[in-house]
C-alpha cells in the first residue's frame, strides 16, 4: 500500500501541509530541527516516495530543484560550526536565486532525496565515500562539491586555498616579531578521495618552516579536529614541558574549537592571551568575533564559498526552463583573507 502525507500525518501527529511543505523544503515555512528531522525520518522509515508513490517523478515547475548532501550529522556540526554555516549560507544564496532546496538524507545505502520533486543539481559539502558519491549521482549527475575536489575531471568543485592562508597567518605573525610559532591539530586526515593524508594545513606549516629554518617537532601540537577538551589537555601538558627558551610566543590553530582549547590551556598556567601567547586560528565562524579575546583568524570567506558553488550548479542544470550554460567542469580555489582581532600582539624578543 502506498505510503501517503495522510500516512505520515498520522504517523507523527503534525498535519499534512506541514509535512508537504517540510518534504518539499518551502523557503516560507519555518519548524525546529527536530520537527522536521522527525518528518523526515518518518518519511524515510516508512518508504514515502510522494504522491505519486515514484522518486523519480518531477513535478512541472520552472522552480529549479538543488539537493544539498551533507558529510556531518548535525550533532558533529555542533562541535564544528564550519560546515553548518556552510550550509546556511548555501541555502540562503538559494533563496536568493530562487531555488528550491532538498536537503539529501543519510543511511547506509547512500543518499536519498525524500521528495516527489526531481533534483536539477546537487551540492555536496564535505568529503564523500566513493559509494556515496555513486549514490548521489542516482539523484543528478550534476554535481558541485563543497569543500573537496575528488573529481575535477567530472564534477564542479569549490575549495579554500590553505597554503595561501598558511602563509598569511605565518607571514603576519613573523612581521609581529614571532619565530617560535606552533601548530596545533591532527597529523592526518581523509581527502576528497577519504585516502588518510597529512592534513593540509599542518602541511603547509611544516614546509613554511622549513624554509624559513624555524622549523622544531616539538612546537607541533597534535590533537584532534572537534574536540575542545583533548585539545586543552593535550596543550595544558605540552606547556609544562617547555623549558625555558622553549615555549612558543604563538600558535597556529587549525580551526576555532582547537584555537579555543589553547586560550583555555594558557589560563590554567596563568598566562593571558595575547600578551604571553598570540594565536592565529582558521575559519573566522561567529565564533572567533565571540570568544574572549576574538580571534585573529584566516577567514575562508564562507558566504562566497557558498554563493560560487551555487552559481556552479546553475550552469550546469537542465530543466524544461534552463539550458546548461556549459557542459565542461571548473574547479574554484578561494583565496582567504587574514582578520586581525585581539589574540594577536607583536612579540619583542630581548632574550
Given at each position: ?6 500516512t ?8 499534512t ?21 522527525a518528518?523526515?525520518d ?9 504522491g ?18 551533507e558529510?556531518?550529522?548535525p550533532?558533529?556540526?555542533?562541535t564544528?560550526p ?10 540562503q ?14 543511511d ?26 555513486d ?9 558541485t ?5 575528488p ?8 575549495i ?14 613573523r ?6 610559532i ?25 614546509h613554511?618552516?622549513?624554509e624559513?629554518?624555524?622549523?622544531r ?6 590533537a ?15 606547556m ?9 610566543t ?6 576555532e ?9 594558557v589560563?590554567?598556567?596563568?598566562l ?19 570568544v574572549?579575546?576574538a ?5 575562508p ?9 551555487v ?36 612579540y619583542?624578543d630581548?632574550e
Open positions: 500500500m502506498a505510503v501517503t502525507l495522510k505520515l500525518a498520522e504517523h507523527t501527529g503534525f498535519s501541509t506541514t509535512i508537504s511543505r517540510v518534504l518539499n523544503n518551502d523557503p516560507g515555512m519555518t519548524v525546529s530541527e527536530e520537527t522536521r528531522r518528518i523526515f518518518a518519511a524515510h522509515k516508512l518508504g514515502y516516495t510522494g505519486s508513490g515514484r522518486r523519480s517523478q518531477r513535478i512541472v515547475s520552472d522552480t529549479m530543484a538543488i539537493g544539498i548532501a558529510m556531518l550529522s550533532a558533529e556540526q555542533m564544528d564550519y560546515f553548518l554555516y556552510l550550509k546556511n549560507f548555501v541555502e544564496s538559494c533563496y536568493e536565486h530562487k531555488l528550491q532546496t532538498v536537503t539529501l538524507r543519510a547506509a545505502d547512500g543518499y536519498h532525496a525524500l521528495s516527489a520533486s526531481g533534483i536539477d543539481g546537487i551540492i555536496a559539502i564535505g568529503f564523500f565515500t566513493d559509494a556515496q558519491i549514490s548521489l549521482q542516482l539523484l543528478s549527475r550534476n554535481i562539491f563543497l569543500d573537496s575536489s573529481n575535477e575531471l567530472l564534477y564542479d568543485s569549490v579554500l586555498n590553505f597554503e595561501l592562508g598558511i602563509k598569511q597567518a605565518m607571514d603576519y605573525l612581521g609581529m616579531g614571532h619565530a617560535r606552533s601548530f596545533v591539530g591532527p597529523k592526518r586526515l581523509g581527502d576528497e578521495h577519504m585516502h588518510i593524508v597529512l592534513e593540509p594545513r599542518r602541511r603547509y606549516y611544516e613554511y618552516m622549513r624559513a629554518g624555524l622549523y617537532a616539538e612546537l607541533v601540537v597534535e584532534p579536529m572537534r574536540d575542545q577538551l583533548a585539545v586543552e589537555e593535550e596543550f595544558d601538558m605540552r609544562r614541558t617547555w623549558g625555558p627558551g622553549l615555549m612558543p604563538a600558535v597556529v590553530a587549525v580551526n574549537e582547537s584555537a579555543i582549547g589553547v586560550i583555555h590551556a589560563r590554567k598556567l596563568g593571558h592571551i595575547p600578551e604571553d601567547l598570540s594565536i592565529v586560528s582558521f575559519n573566522d565562524t561567529v565564533m572567533s568575533s565571540v574572549e579575546p580571534l585573529t583568524s584566516i577567514s570567506h564562507l558566504d562566497y564559498m557558498a554563493a560560487t558553488a552559481r556552479l550548479v546553475q550552469q550546469r542544470a537542465s530543466t524544461p526552463a534552463h539550458q546548461p550554460e556549459r557542459h565542461f567542469p571548473q574547479k574554484v580555489v578561494i583565496p582567504p583573507s587574514l582578520i586581525v582581532r585581539q589574540s594577536t600582539a607583536e619583542d630581548t
